[in-house]
């Protein structure tokens, strides 16, 4: 039975979908290391990025499946949906069996895919500035910017990167100096605290059943 609390919407910041568009672009691109030695590259390679993904959101030609369909396989191939898991479960990854693990992960993967695409069709012209890029290691990179929009505040804009074997991708993406990892993991745990884990796959699947039948409306679901 679920628990009195369903899964927050407010987990979603009102420019995560935008953020991970930009953010699904990125590593689908990067064809040169990310070094030390590298300096201004991947500071100006998000910049050209930011340009393409932007292209298609406002391509006012493209009907909005096409541009899910091209947005949802650059996430399918690039981004690290695994360790997005690991880290959205936090503590409680530990105690789950390898069947859990491997019922979750499609399942927390399908609702990131189709929140990202409710918020990116309402898409309506922020200006994405792309800031400064730091290399911590040979294997981590940290990418940072900013949303700016008419009449508030700018809201910043952070990249988690890791590469294995040889291949960069995303695996975490900061709103407003807030992990969406870190908002998604104390929803997480109190809900596995509560209800356990066939509690939280029945709430992030509803939730992800409703983010989908709003796909294509004009205005979605109201984060």
């Not at 910043?156 to 040889?166: A, D, M, P, T, V």
């Amino acid at each position: 039975m679920s628990t009195a609390k369903g899964l927050h919407s407010s987990c979603l910041h009102p420019q995560f979908a935008v953020a991970l568009a930009i953010a699904f672009a990125i590593i689908a691109y990067v064809a040169q290391p990310l070094t030390a030695a590298s300096g201004v590259a991947p500071l100006t390679l998000v910049k050209q990025l930011v340009a393409q993904v932007l292209s298609i959101v406002k391509d006012k030609q493209m009907a909005q499946p096409d541009k899910q369909k091209k947005l949802r396989e650059l996430g399918a191939t690039n981004f690290d949906f695994n360790e997005m898991s690991r880290l959205a479960m936090g503590r409680s990854w530990r105690s789950l069996s390898a069947d859990q693990r491997q019922r979750f992960v499609p399942v927390f993967t399908s609702f990131l895919e189709d929140a990202y695409l409710n918020k990116v069709q309402n898409y309506s012209g922020q200006e994405i500035q792309i800031t400064k890029a730091h290399v911590t290691d040979k294997d981590y990179a940290q990418v940072s910017g900013r949303i700016v929009q008419q009449g508030s505040e700018p809201i910043g804009l952070g990249f988690s990167l890791k590469r294995e074997g040889g291949t960069w991708k995303i695996y975490d993406v900061a709103v407003d100096n807030v992990s969406t990892l870190d908002s998604y993991r104390t929803e997480f745990q109190r809900i596995m605290g509560e209800g356990g884990f066939d509690d939280l796959m029945t709430q992030v699947e509803r939730r992800d059943r409703e983010l989908a039948s709003t796909l294509g409306s004009p205005t979605g679901l109201p984060f």
